[in-house]
Structure formats: structure tokens, C-alpha cells
């Protein structure tokens, strides 16, 4: 699977009983950071007791599209080097209007759209 670290990422998180209540096809809600030129990129929303993320970070930034990372409720928690992190109120409103039900959550969005989303623990293993 090394040639094709997206496909990886997806079998990741499609092999995790992950669950989302959130709609498909929706446009993000108002969020802070700017277009990109590619049409897909990955939003990770998350938050401080998420517990160890790093395979996780390391399947989404292995993708190869652009990564937004959302922490959301009031602790700060880290992401990876070279990921910038919205915080704060705002973020945590932004994450309530997805109406997420648990953190993590990664949604794969295509352009401004929800094109699909997982929530909750990711224990599947990329080999």
C-alpha cells in the first residue's frame, strides 16, 4: 500500500467501527482558513482527550492532501509539526454545527462539501 497512501488512509478508517451523525454533502461551516488550490483536503477535528493520535496523523498526512486540524473544547492538545491548529471558542462552535459525536472526527471534503466523515476510536493498522 505504500503507493497509494489516500487509498491506505481510507482502509484505516473504513476498517474502524467509527460511526458519524454528520450529513454528507453538507458545506462546512464558517471556518478561518482559506481555499486550497486541490479540491480535496482532510479536516481532523479532535480534542485534548483524544489520547495517542499519532497513527492516525501519520495515515492522514501520509494522504497527501492538504490537513486542518480542529481542536475543539478548552484544552489545548498538540498536532503534528507543520500542521496549523484552530482553537478556541469559535473552533469548538464550528465542530458543535457539525453535530460530531465523538473526537476524533476526520472528514474528508471535497470541495467545501462533506464527502465522508469517521468518528470515534481508529485501531485499524496500516502494513
Not at 39 to 66: F, K, M
Not at 90 to 115: H, M, Q, S
Amino acid at each position: 500500500m505504500k503507493g497509494a497512501p489516500l487509498l491506505s488512509l481510507l482502509l484505516l478508517l473504513g476498517a474502524s467501527p467509527a460511526s458519524a451523525l454528520v450529513r454528507l454533502g453538507e458545506k462546512l461551516p464558517p471556518h478561518p482558513w482559506t481555499d486550497s488550490d486541490d479540491t480535496r483536503e482532510i479536516v481532523v477535528v479532535y480534542s485534548h482527550d483524544c489520547g495517542d493520535l499519532g497513527g492516525l496523523w501519520q495515515a492522514i498526512l501520509n494522504s497527501g492532501l492538504p490537513v486542518r486540524a480542529v481542536n475543539a473544547e478548552d484544552v489545548a492538545s498538540p498536532a503534528p509539526q507543520g500542521v496549523s491548529v484552530w482553537r478556541g471558542d469559535d473552533a469548538t462552535a464550528f465542530a458543535r454545527k457539525l453535530r460530531l459525536e465523538a473526537y476524533p472526527t476526520v472528514l474528508l471534503v471535497n470541495e467545501g462539501r462533506i464527502l465522508n466523515a469517521w468518528e470515534g476510536t481508529f485501531g485499524g493498522k496500516l502494513e
